[in-house]
């Protein structure tokens, strides 16, 4: 698998057969990139992966919300993204302006009108805001990575897709699971990140591993 | 432009600061130098210092500019104070309103801007210190902070100026060049396109003179698209394994 940081314009391939993905645009008999990110190539489909940018709400995501403002048939809640979500409400007391959710996107139509649903308050515990687009590499494949910074801090974990990760625990172990996931957050473009985060939480490498930093 | 002044602009090929017709002053550009900002660049150009914030995509306000279609982008080019030799009074001018506008549409051009609809991308460009061509190196840091930001776009916009000085055609003039020089254009490009985003032109050139000014900021485009690019990559250290 290909993983070259690629800008805006570049070009990525020429052959006939492969596909545009996320992140790239066809240009005539080329395939350019869109976005400042790293390449990855599946099957025939090529995309770029952004190392930056602000979280897009996506049917079927869960996101972490604060709630902003509360009316009679529901409420506007901040969703970390340059769109507000919508959770719609029986009563108009069941929510109150702060309160922290998780919560999944049922709707987004073609104006970024966000409908909300499924909401699970979080309380006790620690807010965390991360770079969007470092969520997929701080769950991992199938949550391995989540799984892994779970079992090594005792914490208990919500990650929602917007880029805030709510984390439950004892204050020390809260501090060890932040230092950890900021830790994925700056190294998320490079490889062998899972065996670096595991020798972290045994406490066998310090919290600023110099491999690949974000300067 | 179009100064009296008895210095010679260029002698034996070399011009004041010992460039010759066809070089650039030194450009060094660094990415991602603000920790508030979305995305932000930072630009030495010579004797100009330029600094380009980017916030967004983020909810449009005032409201009655959002559009159904596509982000409003806002792009604000601003003069410090002490950027020049005498005071500048702060705040925004003809020149810099001009600037404002052009460098926008400049930018239009290359950001996706209907993948983000009912928001707006702001820019922000200041000048801490200038020493003429300064709306090109404000474009040029504004497009790499985009980048930085992570805002999908088609292109680079890469920008640079040529000029007439003593009846010669040179690339990216000097202060004291755009002064006592006889012209000044300005192009901005798409450097894989090569399609032209934004030209000016200040002071009289012959059609061949024009031509052959153009060609010249399009290869100095070329050289600082090569810095820019530099510039991005050298953010994230590559993890190779």
Known sequence: ?215 | MGMKSDIELIKDGKRLDGRGVNDLRPITIKAGVLERADGSCYVEWGGNKVLAAVYGPQECLPKHIASPHRAVLTYRYNMAPFSVEDRKRPGPDRRSIEISKISKEALERVVLLEKFPNTMIKVFVEILQADAGTRCAALTAASVALADAGIPMRDLVTACAAGKIGGEIVLDLGKKEDNFGEADVPVAILPHTKEIVLMQMDGQLTPEEYRKALDLSIDGCTKVYELQKKALRERYVEGVD
């Open chain 1, 1 to 215: 698998m290909m993983r070259e940081i690629v800008i805006p314009g570049e070009e990525l391939s020429n052959e006939k057969d492969v596909k545009p993905g996320f992140g790239t645009y066809r240009d005539a008999d080329v395939i350019r990139s869109s976005v400042f990110g790293v390449v990855e190539k599946i099957n025939n489909t090529i995309r770029v992966v952004p190392l930056r940018g602000k979280y897009i709400p996506i049917t079927g995501d869960y996101v972490i919300g604060i709630v902003t403002v509360v009316k009679f048939r529901g409420c506007f809640v901040d969703i970390n993204s340059p769109y507000i979500g919508f959770l719609p409400t029986m009563r108009e007391d069941e929510y109150r302006i702060g309160d922290l959710l998780l919560l999944k996107i049922v709707d987004v139509d073609e104006v970024y009108n966000v409908t909300l649903n499924d909401p699970k308050r979080l309380y006790d515990g620690k807010l965390i805001e991360v770079i969007p687009v470092k969520i997929p590499r701080i769950v991992g494949k199938r949550a391995s990575m989540l799984d892994i910074l779970r079992k090594g801090t005792n914490c208990k974990i919500f990650v929602g897709r917007n880029g805030r990760i709510f984390i439950k625990g004892t204050p020390d172990e809260v501090k060890k699971a932040e230092k950890a996931i900021r830790l994925i957050e700056r190294e998320a473009h490079t490889t062998g990140l899972t065996d670096r985060v595991k020798a972290f939480l045994e406490g066998k490498i310090k919290e600023s591993g110099n491999n690949g930093n974000e300067k």
